[in-house]
């Protein structure tokens, strides 16, 4: 069983390595919004300050949606899907093991660089560790809900449209205690309790969302 | 485990299915042992992919149940895709990996990882010796329907194949190889359910039809 995860995850970042746009795009699109806003609103340090934790959390909640329709797509445009639901692994296992691949090349590329774009707001330096390990433990719980998401709307017309209103009111929570956790640092009161809640939430949805995932793609997939 | 005496049965039992507002056979019933091949005959639409998905259990029937040694496949789940093939109409093969690749993760997905020697090995088998290495996208139809049914080689010890047109696509030379693997399937005592528009033309002891007007 571990071999077909493996492979699974494998297959997955091999796919992305050759296909490379699809990655990029994502990257590019969280660097360039993030970006724009110290441009558009002025050159306010103490403003920029303020507004950082916000804009780059919902510059990867943004992000991150947009990365959720491939998320099965392929596999159900070409059949691999129903070898999935066939397999020898029970399905959450194999799904599960797809939305770790898949933070993994749209989620995690967002944590590394998030730092060097909090920079751009004079965020201050000592809080960066902070800001990374909030989306660190925020992002992997936006593709675990979005799996849900889009194993829903799996073969839709107008999936995409469908998609976001269905996942957004879920990402709300997340994307508070996140944004919360930098900015309770940044005003001196630590964060600690916004990223343990981030954690907790992270392991809540880590071992409910495949399963969930699981059964819409079985009604998906009929 | 196709060596194995007593393949269990695959029992279909009163299954009745209605697509959208279509029904498309009802009060459809029949046992397949080990060494029997089933084909399912019938014109386009006449719902031959419906009772292949049913059988293997992506679909449920509106009604009645399919049983594997006795058992619900609903109820089995996994312990009865470990020993099922299913090769669709949509042959699973992804663009940007090799025909090696997408053998190798379609064994590995069924549970049976290969090594790479014997997936070269059953890729020549199907005609495919010199294109191992290729990324499917360069490969044409037939050969991609060939990299998929490459699977049959190695999946000697699965008792029941299930197989969806299986000859679509494929040139003479290759609908011979598919068919030699069949019987020697059905040698092995193992079952295969097929639909085709070509005669199978496989001669086993125990050959099932079932056309689906007629039903």
């Known amino acids: ?222 | 485990m196709g060596k194995k005496a007593g393949t269990p049965s695959l029992e279909a039992l009163d299954l009745h299915c209605v697509r959208g507002e279509r029904k498309l056979f009802g009060a459809l019933n029949f046992t397949l042992r080990g060494g029997g091949l089933l084909r399912i005959a019938g014109a386009n639409g006449s719902g031959k992919t419906s009772l292949l998905r049913i059988a293997c259990g992506l679909l449920e029937p509106t009604r009645g149940e399919v049983r594997w040694g006795g058992e619900n496949i609903q109820r089995l789940q996994e312990e009865f895709w470990r020993q099922l093939v299913y090769i669709g109409h949509a042959n699973a093969i992804k663009d940007d990996l090799t025909a090696a690749e997408n053998l190798h993760v379609a064994c590995t997905l069924a549970g049976v990882p290969r090594r790479p020697a014997r997936i070269g090995e059953a890729l020549r088998r199907l005609g495919l010796a010199g294109s191992e290495n290729l990324p499917a996208r360069v490969l044409s139809q037939g050969q991609r329907r060939r990299t998929a049914l490459a699977r049959l080689a190695l999946s000697e010890g699965i008792p029941l194949w299930i197989l969806d047109e299986p000859f679509a696509a494929l040139d003479a030379a290759a609908v011979e190889d598919v068919r030699g693997l069949i019987a020697e399937h059905l040698s092995r005592g193992a079952a295969v359910i097929l639909t085709t528009h070509l005669e199978a033309k496989i001669t086993t002891a125990a050959a099932l039809r079932i056309d689906l007007e007629a039903a």
């Open chain 1, 1 to 222: 069983m571990l071999a077909a995860l493996r492979c699974v995850i494998h297959r997955d970042l091999l796919l992305a390595v050759r296909r490379s746009s699809d990655v990029l795009t994502v990257l590019l699109f969280f660097v360039i919004v993030v970006s724009l806003f110290p441009l558009g609103v002025g050159p306010d340090p103490a403003l920029l300050r303020t507004i950082a934790p916000g804009v780059i959390w919902v510059a990867a909640l943004l992000a991150s949606m947009l990365a959720l329709q491939r998320m099965f797509a392929s596999d159900y445009a070409d059949g691999t899907l129903e070898q999935m639901l066939l397999g020898a692994t029970p399905l959450g296992m194999t799904v599960a093991a797809k939305v770790l691949a898949h933070w993994l090349i749209s989620g995690l590329p967002l944590v590394l660089i998030s730092p060097v774009l909090a920079l751009q707001f004079d965020f201050p330096q000592e809080l960066l560790g902070v800001l990374a390990l909030s989306l660190a433990l925020g992002t992997p719980v936006l593709s675990l809900i979005g799996a849900i998401g889009a194993a829903l709307t799996l073969g839709l017309r107008g999936a995409g449209a469908l998609l976001s209103l269905l996942v957004l009111p879920l990402y709300v929570p997340v994307l508070i205690i996140g944004a919360g956790a930098a900015e309770a640092a940044t005003s001196g009161m630590g964060g600690h309790a916004q990223l343990l809640l981030l954690g907790a939430l992270l392991i809540f949805a880590g071992a409910f969302a495949p399963w969930a995932a699981a059964v819409a793609l079985r009604i998906s997939v009929e």
